[in-house]
């Protein structure tokens, strides 16, 4: 590790790192369970905007990590901090499911199709035409538009979906208009994380699979980054990046001894 402060504060990256399939990864529940007895700060992050941190929560419990509610922060969540943060009390139109529509309720957004500040594309299973047809005319009529996550796609037990970053790309194609992607590779979902458990740049570490993703937007804001060896990228992959993680390691089994 670089000389930095010790660890006080961490970021999980959930797929990948934590579970893989709906499975826990070996040594994810003991580094939970230490996260939690430690006291020690740390949220779950994921790009999914579609579930609440609720739901996941109950998702999570099913693969045996007792992760609560409090403790997972989503790209639903960084996207209505941002909203928030630019234009309070705002409107928007969303193309979402409960995540994003409960997340942007709660920081006191109107949901409307009338002349919104915003469209605001999340994740969802079942994309509509019309919706989107009506997203195209209101940001052709002036509305900004935000989407949550770049991810072209996502998964399922069928195979491939196309997700928000793949939906996005449509509606610009029609309207010209780039969308501000607010979740991961954005540094801006790893600072509204550190702000939502008052953590510092310095004392915060990033744990991730991918290094175009967790890698990327830990390093740039300013976190020390921890690459697990459990998800997408491959150790002989890391050097074809012109950026490199803190650390790499097997698991998170290998961190269970740092938190403490």
Request: glycine share 8%; with cysteine.
């Amino acid at each position: 590790m670089d000389e930095r402060k010790p660890i006080e504060c961490w970021l999980s990256d959930m797929d990948g790192v934590l579970v893989h399939e709906g499975q826990p990864v070996p040594g994810a529940e003991e580094f939970i369970r230490r996260l939690r007895e430690s006291g020690r700060r740390f949220l779950v992050l994921t790009n999914n905007s579609i579930y609440t941190p609720r739901d996941l929560s109950v998702r999570l419990r099913g693969a045996g990590l007792e992760v609560p509610p409090e403790s997972i922060w989503t790209s639903a969540l960084a996207t209505a901090q941002f909203l928030h943060d630019q234009r309070p009390g705002g409107t928007a139109y969303v193309i979402g499911e409960a995540g994003l529509t409960t997340a942007l309720h709660e920081v006191g957004y109107i949901l409307t199709d009338i002349a919104p500040d915003y469209v605001v594309l999340g994740e969802t299973r079942t994309y509509s035409f019309t919706a989107i047809t009506r997203a195209i005319r209101l940001i052709e009529a002036g509305s900004r538009f935000i989407a949550t996550n770049p991810d072209a796609v996502g998964p399922s037990n069928e195979g491939s979906l196309p997700a928000c970053g793949a939906v996005a790309a449509m509606i610009t194609k029609a309207t010209g208009v780039q969308p501000y992607f607010v979740g991961k590779p954005n540094p801006m979902m790893m600072r509204s994380a550190l702000n939502a458990i008052e953590g510092h740049s310095e004392s915060t570490a990033m744990i991730g699979d991918r290094m175009d993703t967790d890698i990327v937007s830990g390093m740039e804001a300013g976190l020390h980054t921890i690459l697990v060896l459990t998800g997408v990228t491959a150790e002989d992959q890391v050097d074809r990046y012109p950026f490199r993680p803190s650390r790499v390691v097997r698991s998170v089994a290998d961190l269970i001894e740092l938190v403490e």
